[in-house]
């Protein structure tokens, strides 16, 4: 069965300085690892996605995320944050094409609140 | 401009009335999904249809219903029998398998 651990439900940092929002997985297959973002009573918005393809993925407004296999963690990082950044990250794991009957079907980690400190 | 479309977005429910929430997408997707999302927890899938005419449940889907007669619309009904309905509520679809989930702004539904 496949599952996500985000492992800070909080993350404070100050403008301009590195953010990193943690994430591991577990899965059965090949996953597709996504990480989406949602503002306060929005909907959620794709920053980046993972299939299969290159190991460090490039996403919306600086943001990357490296998968690495043999620690099965597919972690979000960016080199400088802006305040605009601040609001609720989901790491997200997806069910392979072709496997079972869930087809695409995603599971969600709990969240990770960031703080963006002026 | 293509996307998907939830209303309402603020909804007060009286205890023991049904309520619908509406979900309409204009991206041709085949498929469809219901979550409902509480603070710490993430989302939780209610209900996901993969086709016009059929649906499936998810994890929680005790006290809700849905229906799928058009390829564009998704709507979901909270009845009574969900005890505690209170949360937001999101929309979303995606092309198929092993592709992107786009998610409308969701539907906040209170219970008075």
């Known amino acids: 069965a496949q599952s996500v651990t985000q492992l800070d439900s909080h993350v404070s940092v100050s403008e301009g300085t590195p953010v990193l929002l943690r994430c591991n997985y577990s899965?059965?297959?090949?996953?597709?690892l996504f990480w989406y973002v949602q503002h306060p009573n929005k909907g959620l918005q794709l920053l980046l996605k993972y299939t299969s393809a290159a190991t460090l993925v490039k996403g919306i407004n600086g943001f990357e995320a490296e998968f690495k296999k043999s620690e099965t963690s597919f972690h979000l990082t960016k080199p400088s944050a802006h305040m605009s950044d601040a609001a609720e990250y989901f790491c997200?794991?997806?069910?392979?094409?072709?496997?079972?009957?869930?087809?695409?079907?995603?599971?969600f980690g709990r969240g990770t609140q960031l703080t963006v400190w002026p | 401009d293509g996307g998907i479309t939830q209303s309402p977005k603020y909804l007060f429910r009286k205890e023991g009335q049904n309520v619908t929430l509406s979900c309409e997408q204009n991206l041709n997707h085949d498929a469809m999904y219901w979550y409902r999302q509480d603070p710490g927890q993430g989302l939780r899938l209610i209900y996901y249809s993969q086709i016009v005419n059929d649906f499936q449940k998810g994890d929680i889907a005790e006290g809700y219903s849905v229906s799928r007669e058009k390829k564009e619309s998704f709507p979901l009904t909270v009845t009574s029998a969900q005890k505690n309905p209170t949360a937001f509520y999101l929309c979303?679809?995606?092309?198929?398998?092993?592709?992107?989930?786009?998610f409308g702004e969701g539907s906040w539904l209170t219970v008075v």
């Open positions: 997200v794991v997806s069910d392979p094409v072709g496997r079972g009957s869930t087809l695409g079907r995603l599971y």
């Open positions: 899965s059965s297959y090949s996953p597709s």
């Open positions: 979303a679809s995606n092309p198929g398998a092993g592709n992107t989930i786009y």
